[in-house]
């Protein structure tokens, strides 16, 4: 996982390891699709000496058979074709037996967990017993997109690593990498829509056309049932056009809030804009029904 960007929030990790105060957990949060998994990876590098990825140890974080690293993230549901709601308490659990036993190359015990947020409140409360009695030299590195869905009590025993969007010049960088076949008159479109992501600019690469951001416009004017259940049905099928649709909606409901004349519009605008956001959230966050949760959003969108 090659990283492009975050130098400063690099140099903040490598100067706290360099003068050894590292805290003993790191919670990496910003935007989604910014990177942030590819900078824990590249800090879990440096613990484990293996930033040459060439090394025995930098082939074996590559290939993720490094033996004193486990990284956890939402698990893939084969039968539904594609990435559960939530991290369980099954996949958190085996972290303390992970961070007590010796370290098989006598340095670091590294721990990632890529969107934490995500966790429900069992695998929130395991977790939570392994921060509050961390092991000597072992090291977890969370990262986050809302860390508002975090306890308390988590959050208070991280330290706080405020990862930035990228500029247009890092994101594009990233595209010619990761959608080496895409016109560079398409990434010209997408970057302006992508804010700093270059997970949502791959997202809107594969809206070929700018279709997703049509039917975000349409929605804000109204829709009948008959529409929304044909959108509906299209979007719910999709992993990466269901976020999408969703970041789409929210920027332009955003965006119509800013254009507003009048107080009282650019608050309603503002509060459809915070319900699209709940709706995203708990559909997500409860892997609620993809397709009624499209459904409602556009209705609430057109204002209904």
């Known amino acids: ?81 594609r990435f559960r709601g939530e991290i369980v308490a099954d996949e958190i659990r085996p972290i303390g037996a992970f961070l007590h036993r010796t370290a098989a190359e006598g340095g670091w015990r590294v721990v990632l967990v890529d969107n934490v947020d995500t966790m429900n409140r069992n695998a929130a409360n395991a977790l939570l017993k392994v921060l509050e009695e961390p092991p000597n030299r072992a090291i977890l590195l969370l990262t986050c997109a809302t860390p508002g869905r975090l306890l308390p009590t988590i959050r208070s025993r991280c330290r706080t690593l405020t990862v930035p969007p990228l500029d247009d010049a890092s994101v594009r960088a990233v595209l010619m990498l990761e959608a080496s076949d895409a016109e560079p008159s398409e990434i010209e479109r997408v970057l302006p829509l992508a804010q700093g992501s270059p997970g949502r600019a791959i997202a809107l690469l594969a809206d070929k056309g700018g279709a997703l951001a049509g039917v975000a416009q349409e929605a804000l004017a109204g829709m009948s049932v008959a529409r929304m259940l044909d959108v509906a049905e299209g979007i719910s099928r999709s992993d990466v056009g269901f976020p999408l649709f969703f970041t789409l909606l929210a920027n332009a409901l955003a965006s119509a809030t800013r254009r507003a004349g009048r107080l009282e519009e650019s608050a309603a605008l503002a509060e459809r804009w915070t319900n699209v956001g709940r709706i995203r959230s708990e559909t997500e966050r409860f892997n609620l029904d993809k397709q009624e949760a499209v459904i409602e959003a556009l209705s609430v969108a057109g204002g209904h």
Do not use: C
């Open 1 to 81: 996982m090659s990283l492009t960007g975050h130098q400063a929030s690099l140099a903040a990790f490598r100067n706290a390891f360099a003068t050894g105060r590292l805290h003993h957990a790191w919670l990496l949060t910003g935007p989604e699709g910014i990177g942030k998994a590819a900078l824990a990876f590249r800090m879990a590098r440096i613990l484990l000496n293996g930033e040459d990825e060439a090394s025995s140890a930098g082939r074996q974080v590559t290939a993720g058979s490094h033996p004193d690293l486990l990284a956890i993230g939402r698990s893939y549901d084969e039968k539904k074709q």
